[in-house]
């Protein structure tokens, strides 16, 4: 059996922009980079790290400021305009001017690369349309002018239009910028079967980082200073390499749950019993009231309903009555009372 071969790759490539004098400069170097059928690659990193312009630079839309970029099996930068039309189509977060024309007209135009001179579609061209509406959810407005559609309904017209292209190879830049959580959802659930079920090569950048590290099956962290690390999410984050990449004052990662911090609790310890989800989302709420939730022995115990085996939650103190409480809501009502000086 013959290995398939990458659709995109790079070798000792160097990304950035060049001065008015023409003088190269890198925001991003020595990337050794693939792209291969059926994955989805995410391009995760901090503000600033040249996402976008590894993204532009990927798809031809600028030079690379030195190093070997192959499209299949020719440089990317010796194709012409159409050949890579048909070989990788592109949605970027620039604004789209696209007159009056109508979302089906719109997404019609990716079937350009494929037609003949005169640019007449075919019914192949026709169902690939109409295919890429309905994947994208967008055939109930397909006949509205696109002026008239939200941030977010022209996003997910600009994914099917990069659809209807049909090319072996999808990059985007931030699509999931102007959707709400169901449809960001939604959106990479749909990227994710569509390279498994069509063997398309999908790379996207992306601020949805919790979302990248279930849907993806690479990522692709620029770190800050340029550097590329590319792996699973799974041992990115174990390694530590994920959480190095976006650390902050203040702002930890939690490897455990895949998320960010966006409370450092500095206050008393409070031995947490339980498991499942009343333990995660208890622990939750202690971290947002300033608590530090622990297994190990404290003043402070509460139990949660998992673990008592009751629907309600117990909080016990040294000295104290052993409380009872119905909701998390209460629970924390009555912490709150617990005077500064108290024991625990």
């Known amino acids: 059996m013959v290995a398939p071969a990458p659709l995109l790759a790079a070798e000792n490539l160097a990304v950035g922009y060049f001065t008015s004098r023409k003088t190269p400069h890198a925001v991003a170097e020595n990337l050794r980079l693939a792209l291969w059928p059926g994955e989805l690659v995410c391009l995760l990193g901090p503000n600033g790290a040249g996402k976008s312009t590894l993204l532009r630079t990927l798809a031809g839309l600028q030079p690379p400021v030195r190093g070997q970029l192959m499209l299949g099996d020719a440089p990317i930068q010796s194709m012409s305009a159409l050949a890579r039309a048909r070989q990788l189509s592109v949605v970027l977060t620039d604004r789209l001017d696209a007159g009056n024309l109508t979302v089906q007209e719109l997404v019609s135009l990716g079937r350009h690369p494929h037609t003949g001179w005169l640019g007449g579609l075919s019914a192949h061209d026709e169902a690939q349309v109409l295919a890429a509406l309905a994947a994208t959810n967008t055939t109930r407005f397909a006949r509205r002018p696109v002026g008239?559609?939200?941030?977010?309904?022209?996003?997910?017209?600009?994914?099917?239009?990069?659809?209807?292209?049909?090319?072996?190879?999808?990059?985007?830049?931030?699509?999931?910028?102007?959707?709400?959580?169901?449809?960001?959802?939604?959106?990479?659930?749909?990227?994710?079967?569509?390279?498994?079920?069509?063997?398309?090569?999908?790379?996207?950048?992306?601020?949805?980082?919790?979302?990248?590290?279930?849907?993806a099956d690479r990522v692709w962290l620029l770190s800050a200073t340029g550097t590329l690390h590319a792996g699973t999410p799974e041992d990115l984050v174990l390694s530590g390499t994920f959480a190095a990449a976006f650390a902050r004052e203040g702002l930890a990662f939690d490897p455990a749950t895949g998320t960010f911090a966006l409370h450092a609790p500095a206050g008393p310890a409070v031995q947490l019993l339980g498991e499942g989800a009343a333990a995660f989302w208890t622990r939750r709420a202690l971290e947002r009231e300033g608590f530090v939730p622990t297994t190990s022995p404290a003043p402070l115990r509460v139990t949660t309903p998992s673990a008592s085996g009751v629907g309600f939650w117990l909080c016990e103190l040294p000295g104290q009555p052993a409380q009872q409480h119905q909701t998390i809501e209460t629970l924390l009502a009555a912490l709150r009372l617990l005077p500064e000086n108290h024991p625990v």
């Open 148 to 215: 008239e559609l939200s941030d977010g309904e022209r996003q997910k017209v600009l994914l099917a239009r990069a659809l209807a292209q049909d090319t072996p190879l999808i990059l985007l830049d931030e699509p999931t910028a102007h959707l709400d959580l169901p449809n960001r959802v939604a959106l990479m659930r749909l990227l994710h079967n569509l390279a498994r079920q069509t063997g398309k090569a999908i790379l996207l950048s992306t601020h949805e980082l919790d979302l990248a590290l279930q849907a």
